[in-house]
Protein backbone atom coordinates (compact mmCIF):
# COMPACT_ATOMS: atom_id res chain seq x y z
CA UNK A 1 0.00 0.00 0.00
CA UNK A 2 0.95 3.43 -0.90
CA UNK A 3 1.16 5.54 2.29
CA UNK A 4 0.71 9.26 2.35
CA UNK A 5 2.37 11.93 4.84
CA UNK A 6 2.11 15.96 4.83
CA UNK A 7 3.99 18.40 6.76
CA UNK A 8 3.45 20.79 8.43
CA UNK A 9 0.26 19.27 10.55
CA UNK A 10 -1.09 22.64 11.20
CA UNK A 11 0.43 26.58 10.03
CA UNK A 12 -0.80 29.67 10.57
CA UNK A 13 0.35 32.62 8.84
CA UNK A 14 -1.15 36.24 7.63
CA UNK A 15 -3.51 37.34 4.93
CA UNK A 16 -0.84 37.58 2.38
CA UNK A 17 1.65 35.53 3.00
CA UNK A 18 2.93 32.52 0.76
CA UNK A 19 2.45 28.84 2.40
CA UNK A 20 3.32 25.71 1.41
CA UNK A 21 2.80 22.69 2.57
CA UNK A 22 4.20 19.13 1.65
CA UNK A 23 3.31 15.74 0.44
CA UNK A 24 5.53 12.47 0.41
CA UNK A 25 4.25 9.59 -0.92
CA UNK A 26 6.10 6.18 -0.04
CA UNK A 27 6.61 5.26 -3.28
CA UNK A 28 6.54 6.96 -6.49
CA UNK A 29 3.12 7.51 -7.74
CA UNK A 30 4.37 9.65 -10.91
CA UNK A 31 2.03 12.39 -11.37
CA UNK A 32 -1.53 10.81 -10.13
CA UNK A 33 -1.97 13.07 -7.09
CA UNK A 34 -5.33 15.52 -5.86
CA UNK A 35 -5.70 18.07 -3.42
CA UNK A 36 -8.50 18.92 -1.39
CA UNK A 37 -9.48 21.10 0.86
CA UNK A 38 -12.21 21.03 3.54
CA UNK A 39 -13.80 23.19 5.92
CA UNK A 40 -15.49 22.45 9.24
CA UNK A 41 -18.67 20.47 9.13
CA UNK A 42 -18.12 20.50 5.01
CA UNK A 43 -16.86 17.74 2.74
CA UNK A 44 -13.61 17.63 0.93
CA UNK A 45 -13.32 19.97 -1.89
CA UNK A 46 -10.98 19.15 -5.12
CA UNK A 47 -8.49 21.81 -5.34
CA UNK A 48 -5.94 20.47 -7.91
CA UNK A 49 -5.87 17.16 -9.88
CA UNK A 50 -2.40 15.15 -12.04
CA UNK A 51 0.08 16.99 -9.24
CA UNK A 52 -0.85 20.23 -10.78
CA UNK A 53 -3.80 21.05 -12.59
CA UNK A 54 -6.17 23.58 -11.41
CA UNK A 55 -10.10 22.14 -10.95
CA UNK A 56 -12.36 24.82 -12.23
CA UNK A 57 -13.41 27.53 -10.82
CA UNK A 58 -10.16 27.26 -8.32
CA UNK A 59 -8.59 30.77 -7.70
CA UNK A 60 -5.25 30.93 -9.45
CA UNK A 61 -3.40 32.02 -5.67
CA UNK A 62 -3.53 27.59 -5.36
CA UNK A 63 -0.65 26.55 -7.21
CA UNK A 64 0.60 22.19 -7.08
CA UNK A 65 3.70 20.90 -8.07
CA UNK A 66 5.46 17.51 -7.87
CA UNK A 67 6.09 14.09 -9.51
CA UNK A 68 7.15 11.02 -8.15
CA UNK A 69 7.04 10.71 -3.85
CA UNK A 70 7.34 14.59 -3.41
CA UNK A 71 4.62 17.20 -3.89
CA UNK A 72 3.80 20.37 -2.83
CA UNK A 73 0.93 22.66 -2.30
CA UNK A 74 1.28 26.43 -2.27
CA UNK A 75 -1.22 29.15 -1.69
CA UNK A 76 -0.14 32.62 -2.88
CA UNK A 77 -1.24 35.81 -1.00
CA UNK A 78 -3.30 33.88 1.72
CA UNK A 79 -6.85 35.01 1.99
CA UNK A 80 -9.17 34.77 4.94
CA UNK A 81 -11.54 31.87 3.47
CA UNK A 82 -8.32 29.73 2.59
CA UNK A 83 -8.46 28.81 6.79
CA UNK A 84 -9.08 25.27 6.09
CA UNK A 85 -7.44 21.49 6.48
CA UNK A 86 -5.74 20.12 3.29
CA UNK A 87 -5.50 17.41 2.06
CA UNK A 88 -3.50 15.10 -0.94
CA UNK A 89 -4.25 12.02 -1.97
CA UNK A 90 -2.90 9.48 -4.34
CA UNK A 91 -4.75 7.69 -7.23
CA UNK A 92 -1.81 6.06 -8.43
CA UNK A 93 -2.86 2.38 -6.51
CA UNK A 94 -6.86 2.49 -5.15
CA UNK A 95 -7.11 6.08 -3.25
CA UNK A 96 -4.99 6.95 0.11
CA UNK A 97 -5.25 10.58 1.99
CA UNK A 98 -2.52 12.47 3.44
CA UNK A 99 -2.95 12.93 7.09
CA UNK A 100 -4.14 16.73 6.64
CA UNK A 101 -2.52 20.11 6.93
CA UNK A 102 -4.46 22.74 8.41
CA UNK A 103 -3.92 26.38 8.04
CA UNK A 104 -4.95 28.95 10.19
CA UNK A 105 -5.35 32.82 9.98
CA UNK A 106 -2.96 34.81 12.28
CA UNK B 1 -25.50 16.06 -5.73
CA UNK B 2 -24.83 12.88 -3.48
CA UNK B 3 -27.55 12.15 -0.54
CA UNK B 4 -26.16 9.08 2.34
CA UNK B 5 -28.52 7.84 4.76
CA UNK B 6 -28.78 5.29 7.27
CA UNK B 7 -26.17 6.16 9.66
CA UNK B 8 -26.78 5.89 13.43
CA UNK B 9 -25.96 4.31 16.65
CA UNK B 10 -25.21 0.80 16.51
CA UNK B 11 -23.50 -1.89 18.94
CA UNK B 12 -19.64 -3.45 18.49
CA UNK B 13 -20.40 -6.49 16.12
CA UNK B 14 -23.65 -5.10 14.89
CA UNK B 15 -24.21 -4.23 11.65
CA UNK B 16 -25.75 -1.10 9.33
CA UNK B 17 -26.59 -0.32 5.93
CA UNK B 18 -25.51 3.25 4.42
CA UNK B 19 -27.58 4.25 1.22
CA UNK B 20 -26.46 7.07 -1.04
CA UNK B 21 -28.88 8.54 -3.90
CA UNK B 22 -27.55 10.29 -6.57
CA UNK B 23 -29.25 13.15 -8.61
CA UNK B 24 -28.39 15.73 -11.20
CA UNK B 25 -25.67 13.64 -13.23
CA UNK B 26 -25.69 10.19 -15.23
CA UNK B 27 -25.12 8.19 -12.32
CA UNK B 28 -24.11 4.62 -14.19
CA UNK B 29 -21.55 6.83 -15.72
CA UNK B 30 -19.18 6.81 -12.71
CA UNK B 31 -17.37 5.36 -10.22
CA UNK B 32 -18.30 5.93 -6.76
CA UNK B 33 -17.26 5.37 -3.66
CA UNK B 34 -17.31 5.70 0.20
CA UNK B 35 -14.87 7.71 1.99
CA UNK B 36 -15.09 7.83 5.82
CA UNK B 37 -13.48 10.44 8.25
CA UNK B 38 -13.11 10.11 12.21
CA UNK B 39 -13.99 12.65 14.63
CA UNK B 40 -11.29 15.17 14.82
CA UNK B 41 -9.41 12.90 12.28
CA UNK B 42 -8.11 12.50 8.71
CA UNK B 43 -10.04 11.15 5.53
CA UNK B 44 -9.91 7.41 4.85
CA UNK B 45 -11.04 5.65 1.68
CA UNK B 46 -13.18 2.72 2.63
CA UNK B 47 -14.25 0.89 -0.59
CA UNK B 48 -14.94 1.88 -4.62
CA UNK B 49 -17.51 0.17 -7.22
CA UNK B 50 -17.58 0.65 -10.62
CA UNK B 51 -19.79 1.89 -13.05
CA UNK B 52 -21.70 -1.76 -13.76
CA UNK B 53 -21.07 -2.66 -10.11
CA UNK B 54 -19.11 -6.06 -11.30
CA UNK B 55 -15.50 -4.76 -10.05
CA UNK B 56 -15.43 -3.42 -6.28
CA UNK B 57 -12.35 -2.83 -4.16
CA UNK B 58 -12.02 -2.23 -0.06
CA UNK B 59 -9.65 -0.81 2.08
CA UNK B 60 -7.79 -3.63 4.40
CA UNK B 61 -9.00 -2.12 7.42
CA UNK B 62 -12.85 -3.14 6.45
CA UNK B 63 -12.27 -6.05 3.84
CA UNK B 64 -14.20 -9.25 5.05
CA UNK B 65 -16.89 -7.08 7.12
CA UNK B 66 -17.68 -4.41 4.66
CA UNK B 67 -19.77 -4.57 1.29
CA UNK B 68 -20.34 -2.45 -1.69
CA UNK B 69 -22.86 -2.12 -3.92
CA UNK B 70 -25.02 -0.48 -6.28
CA UNK B 71 -28.42 0.12 -8.38
CA UNK B 72 -28.20 1.86 -11.10
CA UNK B 73 -31.78 1.89 -11.85
CA UNK B 74 -32.31 3.67 -8.81
CA UNK B 75 -29.05 5.59 -8.95
CA UNK B 76 -28.16 4.72 -5.70
CA UNK B 77 -25.18 3.11 -3.80
CA UNK B 78 -25.15 1.45 -0.65
CA UNK B 79 -22.49 0.38 2.19
CA UNK B 80 -23.41 -2.94 3.88
CA UNK B 81 -21.45 -2.64 7.24
CA UNK B 82 -21.10 -5.73 9.26
CA UNK B 83 -19.12 -6.55 12.75
CA UNK B 84 -18.64 -3.27 13.47
CA UNK B 85 -16.06 -2.33 15.44
CA UNK B 86 -15.43 1.29 18.00
CA UNK B 87 -12.82 2.40 15.21
CA UNK B 88 -15.71 2.01 12.69
CA UNK B 89 -16.82 5.22 13.96
CA UNK B 90 -17.09 8.03 11.90
CA UNK B 91 -19.04 10.37 9.36
CA UNK B 92 -19.02 8.40 6.16
CA UNK B 93 -19.17 10.23 2.67
CA UNK B 94 -19.55 9.25 -0.58
CA UNK B 95 -17.69 10.57 -3.44
CA UNK B 96 -18.14 10.55 -7.23
CA UNK B 97 -14.85 9.26 -8.66
CA UNK B 98 -14.61 11.35 -12.24
CA UNK B 99 -11.49 10.19 -14.05
CA UNK B 100 -11.03 10.47 -18.34
CA UNK B 101 -7.98 11.59 -20.72
CA UNK B 102 -8.56 14.24 -23.81
CA UNK B 103 -5.89 14.99 -25.99
CA UNK B 104 -4.31 17.19 -23.56
CA UNK B 105 -4.32 15.73 -20.01
CA UNK B 106 -6.15 13.00 -17.75
CA UNK B 107 -8.72 14.78 -15.50
CA UNK B 108 -8.92 12.40 -11.76
CA UNK B 109 -10.51 13.11 -8.49
CA UNK B 110 -13.43 12.73 -5.99
CA UNK B 111 -14.74 15.72 -7.63
CA UNK B 112 -18.86 15.44 -6.26
CA UNK B 113 -19.52 14.56 -2.39
CA UNK B 114 -22.24 14.09 -0.41
CA UNK B 115 -22.85 15.80 3.29
CA UNK B 116 -22.16 12.65 5.17
CA UNK B 117 -23.63 10.34 7.73
CA UNK B 118 -22.58 9.68 11.12
CA UNK B 119 -21.97 5.75 12.26
CA UNK B 120 -21.16 5.65 15.60
CA UNK B 121 -20.30 2.09 17.04
CA UNK B 122 -20.43 2.09 21.27
CA UNK B 123 -22.15 -0.28 23.71
Known amino acids: DTQMTQSPSTLSASVGDRVTITCRAS??????LAWYQQKPGKAPKLLIY???ILESGVPSRFSGSGSGTEFTLTINSLQPDDSATYYC????????FGPGTKVEIK | QLVESGGGLVQPEGSLRLSCVAS????????ISWVRQTPGKGLEWVSD????????YYAESVKGRFTISRDNAKNSLFLQMNSLRADDTAIYYC??????????????????WGQGTTVTVSS
Open chain 1, 89 to 96: QQYDSLWT
Open chain 1, 27 to 32: QSISSW
Open chain 2, 24 to 31: GFTFSSYE
Open chain 2, 95 to 112: ARWDAYCNRTTCYAGFDV
Open chain 2, 49 to 56: IGRSGKTT
Open chain 1, 50 to 52: KAS
